[in-house]
T-cell receptor
Framework: ETGVTQSPTHLIKTRGQQVTLRCSSQSGHNTVSWYQQALGQGPQFIFQYYREEENGRGNFPPRFSGLQFPNYSSELNVNALELDDSALYLC????????????FGSGTQLSVL | DAKTTQPTSMDCAEGRAANLPCNHSTISGNEYVYWYRQIHSQGPQYIIHGLKNNETNEMASLIITEDRKSSTLILPHATLRDTAVYYCTGSTGGTSYGKLTFGQGTILTVHP
């Protein structure tokens, strides 16, 4: 059974650029959630994808968008990067009926200069 | 979602029980309490969850007060590898399924 994998592990971008982060969910899991974790803070919910559609969103602007593919993998896209977008981005997968028992990847560390 | 309050940090001696408290006085009747931990440079790891009954699994025990306004996570025999940030959070599932609200958590340091 493979766990949640994220790529890349580290990324450096410049303000105003766009970035795409990728996530492969754990085998058997059909739901993917994305979280942003600033240094020294707890993770903050960005959005969740289920059956290839957004299924709940946190307090993040529209320039944060995502996709889920038929194999349940997912992408997080951030446009017009700002300095405050520098954070660890975490992907978590879960299965229907699994409640909030989420399985997290190790994250992508994004630095915006 | 319930607002949770946890101590900023705690220490525990290796081999002893670690008791981590969480206050969730605004929790609603159908809201589960979840505990996760995050070891440095890794993603959060699920530990345990409960609604109103005490729960135990291979990692920990969860004690929820009768009024459900607080809970305690118990690591019965802490090891150095249990040093991590521990988060208590609540979730009702349903339309907020998969959405967890994490606070700043408790930094648990287990020392020899």
């Amino acid at each position: 059974e493979t766990g949640v994998t994220q790529s890349p592990t580290h990324l450096i971008k410049t303000r105003g650029q766009q970035v795409t982060l990728r996530c492969s969910s754990q085998s058997g899991h059909n739901t993917v959630s994305w979280y942003q974790q600033a240094l020294g803070q707890g993770p903050q919910f960005i959005f969740q994808y289920y059956r290839e559609e957004e299924n709940g969103r946190g307090n993040f602007p529209p320039r944060f968008s995502g996709l889920q593919f038929p194999n349940y993998s997912s992408e997080l896209n951030v446009n017009a990067l700002e300095l405050d977008d520098s954070a660890l981005y975490l992907c978590a997968s879960s299965r229907t009926g699994g409640g909030e028992k989420l399985f997290f990847g190790s994250g992508t560390q994004l630095s915006v200069l | 979602d319930a607002k949770t309050t946890q101590p900023t940090s705690m220490d525990c001696a290796e081999g002893r029980a670690a008791n981590l408290p969480c206050n969730h006085s605004t929790i609603s009747g159908n809201e589960y309490v979840y505990w996760y931990r995050q070891i440095h440079s890794q993603g959060p790891q699920y530990i345990i969850h409960g609604l109103k009954n005490n729960e135990t699994n291979e990692m920990a025990s969860l004690i929820i007060t009768e009024d459900r306004k607080s809970s305690t996570l118990i690591l019965p025999h802490a090891t150095l590898r249990d040093t991590a940030v521990y988060y208590c959070t609540g979730s009702t599932g349903g339309t907020s399924y998969g959405k967890l609200t994490f606070g700043q958590g408790t930094i648990l340091t287990v020392h020899p």
